[in-house]
């Protein structure tokens, strides 16, 4: 097995859990290490057991290190897919069979995933498993490692807000999840967010201002924005840290300055918190260890049964699987009239858009 691209919690509940169930089965694991990169040379692997994954259940990151660049992108941007080069995909096959692998199980988002389908497509025995932060996948309902990156940025908010009352003050709070708005919504539900801003809704700065106003208006004298790091500003245009190369750019930078111009319109105290990497690491929650557990033991059943070209996934309240490809077709974004949203404005938290000032389940 291997796991690639941005690392999360839960990543080694998953490795736990599939070398336990391999081994009652009869096989032996191994881990390549870095991602992809460890199928090529040179080849780097540890050997997986019981014995050196036993305590691993609840350790963040993974044993068996991981990349999210270098020689095996398979996706330019979100949804550009780029075809690796054979000579490599050639190599990596050469690896497989020398060590007599019956099934490889990758453990990565949509690029590692879409690099799974790759293999497959090139004749290798490839089983997937949904992982990342963002929650960005099709065909799960959830990934693990989001819950993680939730309960981290749940507890952030719940530290702005007593500073932000005290000092009466804007905070605005900017999370990950790629050009999804999935962290910050339920960041923002769980953690008592004013106002949330995602990619999957347009909002402006009238309409974030007017909610400050209105919450001023009924003595709440202070405001928690949460702003996913790829909602896109009201000129259309994405806040960009710096270019990552490989068609991939680095979100980042939009709470500071949504901060900037709510304090220039209002005249108020503003601060932004860039949460960044801190929503990737730490120990899985409760739930994410339940369910990369679930994920691991179910992909090595698939492997057991040599359905490969499959990613298992979680359609509550069972765990399933479908094509690889079916997951990795587009992304999966935040349904604006979906129920997580229509609950939050239900409640009077704002999207900074005009559909604010109704409930929508008036009428
Ligand atoms: O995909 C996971 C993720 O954490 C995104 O939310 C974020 O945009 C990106 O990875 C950050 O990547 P890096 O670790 O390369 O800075």
Redesign the pocket.
């Known amino acids: 097995m291997l796991t690639s691209g941005?690392d999360c919690p839960g990543l080694n509940a998953v490795i736990r859990a599939a070398v336990k169930t391999a081994e009652r089965l009869g096989y032996e694991c191994i881990g390549f290490l870095r991602g992809f990169e460890g199928l090529v040379d040179p080849v780097s692997t540890m050997p997986l057991n019981a014995r050196n994954t036993a305590d691993i259940l609840a350790e963040g990151g993974t044993i068996l290190g991981s990349s999210?660049r270098g020689r095996f992108a398979a996706k330019a941007g979100t949804d550009q897919r780029v075809a690796v080069a054979p000579a490599l995909l050639d190599e990596a096959a050469a690896t497989l069979r020398d060590l007599s692998v019956t099934g490889l199980i990758v453990i990565g988002?949509d690029g590692s995933l879409t690099m799974a389908q790759e293999f497959f497509e090139h004749g290798l025995p490839v089983v997937g498993v949904p992982k990342?932060?963002?929650n960005d996948l099709r065909a799960t309902a959830f990934t693990f490692g989001f819950d993680s990156a939730v309960a981290t940025a749940t507890d952030a908010l719940d530290k702005l807000r007593t500073t932000a009352a005290s000092h009466e003050r804007i905070m605005v709070l900017e999370v990950?999840?790629?050009n999804t708005g999935w962290i910050a919504l339920h960041a923002g539900i769980a953690g008592g967010g004013d106002v949330i801003l995602i990619p999957e809704i347009a909002w402006t700065f009238d309409d974030v201002c007017r909610k400050v106003l209105e919450r001023e208006a009924i003595g709440r004298r202070f405001t928690l924005i949460v702003v996913a790091?790829g909602a896109t500003l009201p000129s259309g245009d994405l806040v960009i840290a710096q270019n990552a190369g490989q068609g991939q750019v680095?979100?980042g930078g939009i709470g500071q300055v949504i901060a900037d111009e709510v304090s220039r319109r209002l005249d108020r105290e503003t601060r932004a918190v860039v949460l960044g990497?801190l929503q990737?690491g730490g120990d899985p929650t409760t739930f994410d260890r339940v369910l990369a557990t679930e994920l691991g033991a179910h992909a090595v059943k698939l492997v057991h049964r040599g359905e490969f070209g499959r990613m298992v996934c979680f359609r509550p309240p069972e765990i399933g699987s479908v094509p690889i490809a079916e997951a990795v077709k587009s992304i999966s974004c935040v349904d604006p009239q979906g129920s997580a949203v229509q609950a939050a404005r239900a409640i009077g938290i704002g999207f900074g858009d005009a559909a604010d000032q109704v409930s929508p389940f008036a009428g």
């Open positions: 941005g999210n988002g990342t932060i963002d990950m999840g790629r790091e680095k979100l990497h990737r």
